[in-house]
Nanobody
């Protein structure tokens, strides 16, 4: 059974930093393109960042580019999302996601999901 477990969410002041972690079990991480999605209150889920199987390619939504960094360590089955210069609009539930398809940065191809972790940015 493949499981994804996020951690690291919390309350942070605007302008601050936070790092989210995702631990994957049940299969080798190298077989999954990985991504982070977020769902703000009252809105749909959106792809924030994606990373290819070995980490050689990354994709970021324009709203977070330059502020967020996605990374992975396949040996330890862990994916991170480093967030800095956080804004009120970054407030959302953040989800770790896995993708078994070849289109590594296509949001609709992600089908494995963690439970989510809340990030709240105070203004």
């Amino acid at each position: 059974q493949v499981r994804l477990v996020e951690s690291g969410g919390g309350l942070v002041e605007a302008g601050g930093s936070l790092t989210l972690s995702c631990v994957v079990s049940g299969r080798a991480l190298s077989g999954l393109a990985m991504g982070w999605f977020r769902q703000p209150p009252g809105k749909g889920r959106e792809l924030v960042a994606a990373i290819s199987w070995l980490g050689e390619r990354t994709h970021y939504d324009e709203s977070v580019k330059g502020r967020f960094t996605i990374s992975r360590d396949n040996d330890n089955n862990t994916v991170w999302l480093q967030m800095k210069s956080l804004e009120f609009e970054d407030t959302a539930v953040y989800y770790c996601a896995g993708n078994v398809r070849s289109q590594w940065n296509d949001a609709q191809m992600f089908g494995l999901w963690g439970q989510g972790t809340q990030v709240t940015v105070s203004s």
